[in-house]
């Protein structure tokens, strides 16, 4: 048997561990220091075993992943490098962020052991093991950082079986990685939430720009509800990139209060041309860091039922509906039904079935 141990049984260990669980010849162990936590892990069946012990978790395991918040990965690292791990060990973590964590692990004598960073670059803003999805890495990248002393022999066995999550694997520099994904990533979020903050702040006025917010609002934002604890400690350990590329947010920003102060069209025209140009030539969607949502918009009668016959439909046919909500809805008006699907496919069945009785959007 392989024994996987997993600390921290959230989203991305949840993740993980739907993806070995129940596999020939893998053994799932999660670690929490929380009683409560491995309760929930049995009870949701995505381990095999479950302990609040740290030692009993990782002495026979011959992968360990570390899925905790960034800000506590190098006190796991340093109490692993405490124990006599089984030898030939690979201790691996999911952490955003990549030179910390690879510098820590490369000061720290690990017996027979080895560490290799990793970061699967899928997520969602949801957080905790109710989250998990077997399927969550399937097609997006997954970054390795071995280190130019990794043996090579260990970065395969990782390679080996990180095939059951069907991610495609990276080797990236973590330094590299952490400019990179703070750029396509990190900075994201910082604006997501700092936009939406800024409407909330005209909302205490005045209701109707909560009520109004749609669309694009909703497109760009989704990540702002990401969990915070998460973010905090990613914010803060990748610190030195992030204000550089806050700086040249600002200066992005400064750009555009000149064009239109000056009230320079064609300038702000230009601005859309190139985002316009870079954005339509980015590779097809596939699962990134920040993915994307499929979504249509069906125009529904007010009747009583309606919305039971769609989602019936749509289940019939198994088309997998990730998310639903009706934008409007009033007596004698037609109700806008937005549906959210995670997979392309899915989204062109949805249209295919309901354009056949209902106007559809895209
Ligand atoms: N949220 C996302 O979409 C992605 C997150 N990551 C990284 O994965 C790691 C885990 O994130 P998620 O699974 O999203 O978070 P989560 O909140 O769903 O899971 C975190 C897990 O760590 C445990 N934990 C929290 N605080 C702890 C502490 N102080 N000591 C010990 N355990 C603690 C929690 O009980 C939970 O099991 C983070 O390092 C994050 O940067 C990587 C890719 C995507
Ligand atoms: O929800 C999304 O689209 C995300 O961007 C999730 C995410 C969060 C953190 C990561 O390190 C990678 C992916």
């Known amino acids: 048997m392989t024994r996987i141990a997993i600390f921290g049984v959230g989203l991305i260990g949840g993740s993980l561990a739907l993806s070995f669980k129940g596999k020939p010849g893998l053994q799932v162990v999660g670690h929490s220091n929380n009683p409560g936590s491995i309760e929930k892990y049995l009870k949701r069946e995505v381990v095999d075993y479950a302990t609040t012990s740290l030692e009993e978790a990782a002495l026979d395991a011959d992968f360990i992943f570390l899925c905790v918040p960034v800000g506590k990965l190098e006190e796991y ?9 089984k030898p030939g060990c690979i201790i691996t973590d999911v952490g955003s962020t990549k030179a910390s964590v690879a510098s820590c692990a490369a000061a720290l004598q690990f017996s027979g052991a080895h560490f290799i960073g990793g970061h699967p670059m899928a997520g969602k803003e949801k957080s905790g093991v109710e989250a998990a999805s077997s399927r969550l890495f399937e097609n997006a990248f ?9 043996p090579e022999a260990a970065y395969d066995r990782l390679a080996e079986l990180l095939q059951h999550t069907r991610a495609h694997l990276v080797k990236v520099d973590p330094v590299l990685h952490d400019e990179i994904v703070g750029a396509i990533s990190h900075l994201p979020h910082i604006i997501a939430v700092a936009l939406v903050n800024q409407i909330a702040r005209y909302n205490e006025s005045n209701e109707l720009y909560q009520i109004l917010a749609a669309g694009g609002f909703r497109d760009i934002t989704r990540i702002a509800s990401s969990d915070p604890i998460i973010w905090r400690d990613i914010l803060l350990n990748n610190k030195g990139v992030v204000l550089q590329l806050l700086k040249d947010w600002n200066k992005e920003i400064a750009g555009f209060i000149r064009l239109i102060e000056q009230e320079d069209g064609p300038g702000i025209e230009r601005e859309f041309q190139r985002a316009g140009a870079f954005r339509n030539g980015l590779p097809e969607r596939r699962k990134g860091v920040i993915h994307s949502f499929y979504e249509i918009y069906v125009d529904v009668p007010d009747h009583p039922g309606v919305i039971g016959q769609i989602t019936t439909q749509l289940g019939s046919h198994r088309v997998n509906l990730s998310n639903i909500q009706i934008i409007e809805s009033r007596e004698d008006v037609p109700g806008v039904l937005r549906l959210s699907f995670r997979e392309e496919a ?16 895209v």
């Open 142 to 150: 997954y970054v390795l950082t071995p280190d130019p002393s990794t």
């Open 346 to 361: 899915d989204m062109d069945k949805a249209l295919e079935l309901l354009k056949k009785d209902y106007a559809v959007h």
């Open 77 to 85: 690292l340093h109490r692993l490098a405490k124990l006599p791990l």
